[in-house]
């Protein structure tokens, strides 16, 4: 990289840098910044980095040092191409966007300069950019009758929702870990969203723990050294933990997680520390927790389906969300909202009767906030201008959250056809079936339970069959 105007023409006048750009101790000033930051030579190479930056690139250090800025334009984005040209320009710059690591991010460059206005390098600071305040960002949560404007899908708020959602803001501030338990669909993740994004200028990381097979959790969870063996990208993998440093880690539906995968979660969350993935290296990170489930965490710690260290770590600042038939306020505010919400570029306007709005008044909502919309999404799309008692048709029930046990539910022991007890084999056969079943069952077909259970779909038709083998078997006897 070569710098532009008449800087160039110059250099050979210019007085020496500052000697302390070349003291070792200046690294250390870097790295104790609390944004990235990057100290860059007069021809546009790259001479320092802290681990910060490294962070938001999902880069590491020995690929970043002595390389030029415009080379990472490529892997890490359209901000460094924008950086990359301020540099050749010698312009300080102020610029914004998303990386590659799917970072948004603030970055200003500074072009340094000798007493005599000589350039002799840059200095890079990038710092994740801050989220809007929570009287702009609120419309993404809940709707201002005032305004007069309404969005789908956002979250409306009642004063006792405010009420757990300071108290979980200032369990947060004050450095602990909240849980928040309720039916589905009362709204635990715009909760944990609103509370997380009041930290502002912190991350915010949703992890949707049903997805994190025991295969796949320390690389989602801890991520990959960059160049190491199990690198297939080359360039890593930013963890969740590593990425919701400084703010907030949101486990939602906490109680989807292995035993194996608690257990990993727990010896984090001890030490705050982590080793991604082909990296022997300890990482620190100063994160808080937000976890959720719907189902009953006591039940689950004494039968042994959840860790009770994980258990006492989690729920330091427990909040029950009440269910929606328990909330009449928040019924009339729902049906506002959502009514205005349908009636957008409506032809005609949607009008609910008496009738019907007793109704929706009356009705138990097993399915809480979820259940209300589909309600009112299925009366928009069969009633013309105006909704009549016979147009309210709840949503077949669907079955409660799944009870977890520790072996299947059968009254009694199994025993073989001669009415003998059954042997070891034939038990650990029989819970396969039944943990397979299970699962097939709740996730709608066997390759879905097969990602579930974290083991292939050949295993899961395999051993499917051999119930069905020996049932057969059984009738020819």
Known sequence: MKFYGNDVTNLSHRRLRPAFIDDPQFGSFLEALPDGAALIEADGRIKLVNGKLELLLNLARGDLVGSELAKHARTAGPVIQKLSTALQQLKRTEVSGTLTSQRSVVATLSILRTADGGAYGALLIMREAGRQSRTEGSENF????????????????????????????TALDRGANVLLTGETGTGKSEIARLVGSSRQGMPFVHVRCGLLSDALFDAEMFGIEPGSALDTSTRGKLGYVEAADGGVLFLD???????AAQSKLVAFLETQTFSRLGSAQRRQVGIRIIAATNENLIDLVSTGSFRSDLYY???????ELPPLREQPNLIDALIDHQLRSLNLGRKPQLRLSAEFLSRLRSHSYPGNVREFANILERVAAIATDVARAEHFIAPAPVAEPRARVAKPATSAAPH??????????????????????????????????????????ATVIRKTRRKTMNVNTTKGE
């Open 142 to 169: 809940r709707f201002e009758t005032e305004t007069g404007s309404v969005t789908r899908g956002s979250f409306v708020r009642t004063h006792d929702i405010d009420v757990i959602v300071k108290r979980a803001e």
């Open 253 to 259: 539906q906490v109680t989807d997680l292995s035993i």
């Open 313 to 319: 770590r989690i729920a330091v600042m427990p909040f």
């Open 416 to 457: 073989s056809a001669e009415g003998a007890p059954a042997s070891f084999k034939d038990l650990v056969q029989e819970f396969e079936t039944w943990v397979l079943e299970k699962s097939i069952t709740e996730n709608g077909s066997k390759r879905s339970a097969a990602k579930a259970l974290g083991i292939d779909i």
